[in-house]
């Protein structure tokens, strides 16, 4: 792998310790950039061409990014990409262009400027919103990286009661970030929800409330027409059995959750109260 590689195989940017570590030097690092090929943005740290913009901005701040900065680095979940940088720099001096997170206490990225997943977590527990910090730390738990009960032991005290609360709404189980946000909706609408409940004929559903309510939640690869077919044929399956049937996206889910919740309410209102007509047997 030769240095231009190197670079790009971490995001386009590296430490001098980390290069010779590596087997380039002096002479390789000075050669390259005489040439243009990689840039020294500051002492000891080199960059080339299409450097993550994150990564250069975080050795130039001689900090770690953390919290919703850090998310991507580890495959995490997240509803919005960040407007403003989060890190942990260390030295407590003010900076308004980002967001100084608390000092790292756990082991961090192997070569990134990125702390370690523990601190990813509950740095945003406790600084991002409830329903983006769940679908982070969900993720972190569905990719087994961390568990619940580890998080509780680190976050105690009443300064962590909201991170802790948070915690209480993980799921064992989630496949995607719309199934944590969905069930979080439904249970504070009072809703008794079963997730990932199996139905004869139907296999697998998303989710299952009041025993007779079947809600599946759509990413982007139900649009394509195969799936839709199968997706229709399930709805069909699900009727059958005796379960109404609702289909929800990204955009209802994360942007319009209250118009969700709404309909569902309806639904059952509506199903309690006969609206659905009555049966063949009760019209004789």
């Not at 139905?199 to 839709?228: A, F, M, R, S, Y």
């Amino acid at each position: 792998m030769n240095l231009i590689e190197f670079l790009q195989s971490r995001h386009g940017a590296a430490r001098t310790t980390d290069l010779k570590r590596a087997g380039f030097t002096e002479r390789s690092l000075s050669e390259a950039t005489r040439s243009g090929a990689i840039e020294r943005v500051q002492r000891g740290v080199y960059v080339t061409k299409g450097a993550d913009p994150d990564v250069v901005a975080a050795f130039r701040a001689n900090g770690r990014l953390t919290c919703i900065s850090a998310a991507r680095f580890y495959g995490f979940w997240t509803l919005h990409d960040p407007d403003i940088l989060h890190l942990t720099c260390g030295n407590g001096l003010p900076n308004p262009a980002v967001v100084n997170h608390a000092l790292a206490l756990h082991p961090r990225h192997p070569y990134l400027p990125v702390v370690g997943v523990a601190d990813v977590v509950m740095h945003a527990l406790r600084c991002l919103p409830e329903l983006e910090s769940l679908v982070m730390v969900q993720s972190a738990i569905a990719l087994a990286l961390l568990t619940p009960d580890y998080l509780r032991s680190r976050l105690t005290g009443n300064r962590n009661g909201k991170a802790r609360s948070i915690l209480d709404l993980v799921l064992p189980r989630a496949d995607s970030l719309l199934e944590v946000l969905a069930h979080t909706h439904f249970v504070r609408a009072g809703l008794r929800v079963r997730m990932h409940v199996q139905l004869p004929g139907v296999g697998e559903v998303d989710c299952l409330i009041d025993d007779c309510l079947v809600i599946e939640l759509d990413g982007g690869t139900h649009l394509e027409g195969k799936q839709v077919k199968k997706d229709q044929y399930r709805n069909n399956a699900s009727i059958r059995g005796g379960h109404l049937v609702l289909r929800y996206y990204y955009a209802d889910v994360v942007h319009n959750p209250e118009r969700m919740v709404s309909e569902v309410l309806a639904v059952l209102a509506n199903r309690e109260a006969g609206r659905f007509g009555p049966s063949r047997l009760q019209s004789k």
